[in-house]
């Protein structure tokens, strides 16, 4: 089905609803002509008269009245279907993959990825843990986490931690060997 077909079959169910060409505009957001046009070319396009019109009223025929107690019923389902997908507006959903180096794994995992995932239950993340230097893009990966100075160009850096210290601990005659 063509999208100028369902423009036309979306047009009479506002008219048969409203049983107005001007109602039906206003609800679809056009002019009461253009919503007569596309009747006008389902009705041609069909071989059936749907609308009986007078300049006072507008009514259905037994073919206006059939053909909307199948449409209702069929434009509510999509309605709904597309309300569904409003859910996954609110948060992030289906499956992530992210590299991350072995030597900050841990840092990341417990303390940002537990909330993360407990926040969204949609998400699903894979995480791939390696040194190699990876390249996301072509390995398919949608994130990384990177030292700072491991940024390929064209991609975009969060800090997601504070600088990270680190210092050498040993004792002195260990440094002394």
Request: glycine residues 6%.
């Amino acid at each position: 089905m063509r999208a100028s077909e369902l423009s036309e079959l979306a047009a009479f169910v506002a008219v048969a609803r409203h049983k107005s060409f001007r109602k039906a505009g206003e609800e679809r957001g056009v002019t009461a002509s253009a919503i007569s046009h596309a009747v006008v070319n389902l009705e041609n396009r069909v071989g059936v008269r749907l609308l009986n019109r007078t300049t006072r009223s507008v009514s259905l025929t037994e073919a206006g009245e059939l053909l909307q107690s199948y449409l209702d019923p069929a434009f509510r389902e999509i309605t709904s279907a597309l309300d569904a997908l409003n859910r996954f507006r609110d948060t992030p959903f289906g499956r992530v993959r992210i590299n991350v180096p072995n030597s900050i794994a841990p840092f990341v995992i417990g303390h940002v990825i537990g909330p993360l995932l407990d926040k969204n239950p949609n998400l699903q993340l894979e995480i791939s843990a390696t040194d190699r230097l990876v390249d996301i893009v072509r390995e398919g990966f949608d994130a990384g986490i990177r030292f700072g100075e491991r940024v390929s160009e064209g991609m975009v850096a969060l800090r997601i931690k504070p600088r990270l210290r680190l210092v050498v601990v040993g004792s002195p005659a260990y440094f002394e060997r």
